[in-house]
């Protein structure tokens, strides 16, 4: 079974320019996330999706961060624009478990290394 | 809300002896669990083991068991055996109740253990 696809693994831009990063969840897992890991952090919830709704992005910077979840499958994480404090690891997670369960195991990408300049 | 708490920075560990990472943790909830999970340098989350907040036995997985002392609050990781190849970070995290019949993670800021040959 094929895991969470994450692209691009590394992405270095300057500051005030945008970039987007793309996740596949691994089959039919109806719960995404997207989290942001600072250096030396745990990663930290920014969104995240039950099917193609966003049910919780209380933590998304939503001035500059914008995600989507079309058909409930693939998504999208952009940053417009990004800043220098924007540097870090962005993962996306998936999850088969829907209800009221402790049990919350996630299965999480490889994630995407952002640098700003 | 819930808080994860890892005090050990950093650990060393030498080949094939146990070591212990640390991890309390605090939540006004009754139903909760705790996961442990190792992020390797290329960057993926990695689950080990789970531990419901019901469950009076301590969990185990192979070299990896969670003693888990409620009264406490803590869910320490024991690793049996150390390999070289159990050098990675080790993130402790929580699932609680987040409202809409669902549960979210909460991580702490991890532990980098080194295994020493």
């Known amino acids: 079974e094929a895991g969470v696809v994450q692209s691009p693994r590394y992405k270095i831009i300057e500051k005030k320019q945008p970039v987007a990063f793309w996740c596949n969840p691994i089959?039919?897992?109806?719960?995404l996330y997207w989290y942001l890991q600072n250096l030396g952090q745990g990663p930290e919830l920014l969104i995240r999706?039950?099917?193609?709704?966003?049910?919780?992005d209380s933590q998304l910077p939503k001035d500059r961060f914008s995600a989507e979840r079309l058909k409930g499958v693939d998504s999208t994480l952009k940053i417009q624009p990004a800043e220098l404090g924007d540097s870090a690891v962005y993962l996306c997670?998936?999850?088969?478990?829907?209800?009221?369960?402790?049990?919350?195991?996630?299965?999480f990408g490889p994630g995407t290394r952002l640098t700003v300049l | 809300a819930q808080k994860i708490t890892q005090t050990q920075p950093g650990m060393f560990v030498q080949e094939k002896e146990a070591v212990t990472l640390d991890c309390t943790y605090d939540?006004?909830?009754?139903?909760?669990?705790l996961f442990w999970y190792k992020q390797p340098s290329s960057g993926e989350m990695i689950f080990l083991i789970y531990?419901?907040?019901?469950?009076?036995q301590n969990a185990t997985e192979g070299r990896y068991s969670l003693n888990f002392q409620k009264a406490r609050k803590s869910a320490n990781l024991v690793i049996s055996a150390s390999q070289l190849g159990d050098s990675a970070m080790y993130f402790c995290?929580?699932?609680?109740?987040?409202?809409?019949?669902?549960?979210?993670?909460?991580f702490g800021k991890g532990t980098k253990l080194s295994v020493i040959p």
């Open positions: 089959s039919g897992h109806n719960t």
């Open positions: 531990q419901g907040s019901y469950d009076e």
């Open positions: 995290a929580m699932s609680g109740y987040s409202g809409a019949g669902s549960y979210q993670l909460t």
């Open positions: 939540t006004s909830d009754q139903s909760y669990g």
């Open positions: 997670a998936s999850s088969p478990a829907r209800g009221a369960s402790s049990y919350n195991e996630q299965f």
């Open positions: 999706y039950e099917n193609e709704e966003a049910v919780d």
